[in-house]
């Protein structure tokens, strides 16, 4: 079963930036398209951005043209770069598979990382 880790989160004012990463285990990873998750205190799991096995992206509009995902098969690795953070973007990052239609990830979650904007 593939293992995911995720790590860069942290605490960044208004405008900054930051990188997440997101590692896998396994070799399936690359196998699947990969996602990015988050979750805000009191609300649902959102999807943020996706990438498909051959790079091809998709993105929330809240998040259009400030967040970058990109993936490195060799190193099983996802990322997601994040720009002109605001602090409706605090949240706990997760990465997964994307949803089947039962709404299931591939792979047990990790334990996400926190993101916390704010002055």
């Known amino acids: 079963q593939v293992q995911l880790v995720e790590s860069g989160g942290g605490l960044v004012q208004p405008g900054g930036s930051l990188r997440l990463s997101c590692a896998a285990s396994?070799?399936?990873?690359?196998?699947?398209?990969m996602a990015w998750y988050r979750q805000a205190p009191g609300k649902q799991r959102e999807l943020v951005a996706d990438?498909?096995?051959?790079?091809?992206?998709n993105y929330a509009d809240s998040v259009k043209g400030r967040f970058t995902i990109s993936r490195d098969n060799a190193k099983n690795t996802v990322f997601l770069q994040m720009n002109s953070l605001k602090p409706e973007d605090t949240a706990v990052y997760y990465c997964?598979?994307?949803?089947?239609?039962?709404?299931?990830?591939?792979?047990?979650w990790g334990q996400g990382t926190q993101v916390t904007v704010s002055s």
């Open positions: 396994g070799s399936m990873f690359r196998l699947y398209t």
């Open positions: 997964n598979s994307n949803l089947d239609q039962y709404n299931r990830a591939r792979f047990n």
């Open positions: 990438i498909a096995r051959g790079g091809t992206t």
